[in-house]
């Protein structure tokens, strides 16, 4: 599996936008590129996945590099509750999709 | 929409037994996938189980067994317990028939190996 590289940790403020990076610089083409974070007390979830363009959902968007060597985790305005780990992951999307996580960078958000 | 269940919630065992582990997937789910999560990593992928069979396996020994029922609903058992598997343990289901296959994770049992 293509391995991620990301920092270990990141401070934001709330209300402001966070930027959260990850290094793929061996992805391979059919690789997506999956978000997923976890809450302290809980499991993963999913965050967003993309290819190769610009994706947007109601909780983040996915900034990916032309070269789809690194992307970026963009959180618009971060609360409290987005305080978790946060896991980029590359992999398929089949039915026999798995997930393998690194450690994660871990987002603290300060009031 | 109850998601994805787990059972138990803790567990206390002590080195040398057996413990098995319960996962219920989440509604038109019939993928079920397993982790073991040491306390500060991320999650380590243990098998899939899809149409009653294990599907891949990651990097984990044959102590480590599972069963998928014709409800979807999954075991993961754990023979000869060793204080290493001290661990969360994640159930992660997900749902054929679609392109993307997002996982939706349980809370997770939380083993502990005395």
């Known amino acids: 599996d293509a391995k991620t590289t990301q920092p270990n940790s990141m401070e934001s403020n709330e209300e402001e936008p966070v930027h959260l990076p990850c290094n793929h610089s061996t992805i391979s083409g059919t690789d997506y590129i999956h978000w997923y974070r976890q809450l302290p007390s809980q499991g993963p979830e999913y965050v967003i996945h993309?290819?190769?363009s610009n994706v947007n959902n109601r909780m983040a968007s996915l900034a990916i590099a032309e070269d789809r060597k690194s992307s970026t985790l963009i959180l618009h305005r971060a609360t409290l509750r987005d305080a978790a780990v946060y896991y980029c992951?590359?992999?398929?999307?089949?039915?026999?999709?798995?997930?393998?996580f690194g450690k994660g960078i871990t987002l603290s958000v300060r009031p | 929409d109850a998601g994805v269940t787990q059972s138990p919630t803790h567990l206390i065992k002590t080195r040398g037994q057996q413990v098995t582990l319960r996962c219920s997937p989440k509604s038109g789910h019939d993928t079920v996938s397993w982790y073991q999560q040491a306390l500060g990593q991320g999650p380590q992928f243990i098998f899939q189980y899809y149409e009653e069979e294990e599907r891949q396996r990651g990097n984990f020994p044959d102590r480590f067994s599972g069963h998928q029922f014709p409800n979807y609903s999954s075991e993961l058992n754990v023979n000869a317990l060793l204080l290493g598997d001290s661990a969360l343990y994640l159930c992660a289901s997900s749902g054929a028939g679609k392109w993307y296959n997002e996982q939706f994770f349980g809370p997770g049992t939380r083993l502990t190996v005395l």
């Open positions: 992951i590359l992999g398929t999307t089949g039915a026999n999709s798995k997930l393998t």
């Open positions: 993309g290819l190769t």
